[in-house]
Structure formats: structure tokens, C-alpha cells
């Protein structure tokens, strides 16, 4: 099985980094940036919306 990974983009503090959408919550839901601890809809994290689509395939 291909391990699949979403690229995230904090929208305060531009940092990006991978994750498992298995390891995400919903994307309506709230989601911290690890660095900055900014607070938004997980969204708002998604650096494409391949990413996002890849995300709400796992929900």
C-alpha cells in the first residue's frame, strides 16, 4: 500500500510541512500550526486543493 501525504502551508507563518491525512481531522474542523500555534479550519492549510480533495477522501 502507497503511503499518501497532503502538503500544508500556514497561512501566519508560511511554514510548510507533510502530513498523513489519516493523521488530520476533518477539514471543516480546527487545526494548530505546529510552529505557531495559529488556530484555523484545516482548510485554510492546504497549499492545493489535490491536497484538500486527498484530506476529505479520508474523512
Do not use: G, I, Y
Amino acid at each position: 500500500m502507497v503511503e499518501a501525504f497532503v502538503r500544508l502551508l500556514c497561512p501566519e507563518c508560511s511554514k510548510d510541512w507533510e502530513e498523513a491525512p489519516t493523521d488530520l481531522p476533518n477539514h471543516r474542523e480546527n487545526f494548530s500550526c505546529p510552529s505557531c500555534h495559529a488556530t484555523r479550519r484545516l482548510a485554510e492549510f492546504m497549499r492545493t486543493e489535490r491536497d484538500l480533495d486527498a484530506v476529505k477522501q479520508f474523512e
